[in-house]
Nanobody
Framework: QVRLVESGGGLVQPGGSLRLSCAAS??????????MGWYRQAPGKGRELVAV???????NYADSVKGRFTISRDNAKNTMYLQMNSLKPEDTAVYYC??????WGQGTQVTVSS
């Protein structure tokens, strides 16, 4: 049973920063070889990809977050991160982590508001 737990969400003012974490546990053979990603879902909208990182460390970002967000992972800790800087109100959403395009966390709320 694979379990993903996100943390680090909260309320932040526009221009502020947050760092999300996603800790994976359970039976995860070859964890370091699997792609991981962050997705988000705003109220009334579908879930969208924010950023993805491959087992080899390659990254890809949605155009809306390029230059502001940085995805990273620590395979020794089975953990992935999302550093979010220069946050905007339109970044408000529930953020979900994903492992191997298969497993999902429960989500963490990010609210950007003054």
């Amino acid at each position: 049973q694979v379990r993903l737990v996100e943390s680090g969400g909260g309320l932040v003012q526009p221009g502020g920063s947050l760092r999300l974490s996603c800790a994976a546990s359970g039976s995860i053979p070859g964890f370091g070889f699997n792609a991981m990603g962050w997705y988000r879902q705003a109220p009334g909208k579908g879930r969208e990809l924010v950023a993805v990182i491959t087992g080899g460390g390659g990254t890809n970002y949605a155009d809306s977050v390029k230059g502001r967000f940085t995805i990273s992972r620590d395979n020794a800790k089975n953990t992935m991160y999302l550093q979010m800087n220069s946050l905007k109100p339109e970044d408000t959403a529930v953020y979900y982590c994903n492992l191997a395009y298969t497993y999902w966390g429960q989500g963490t709320q990010v609210t950007v508001s003054s």
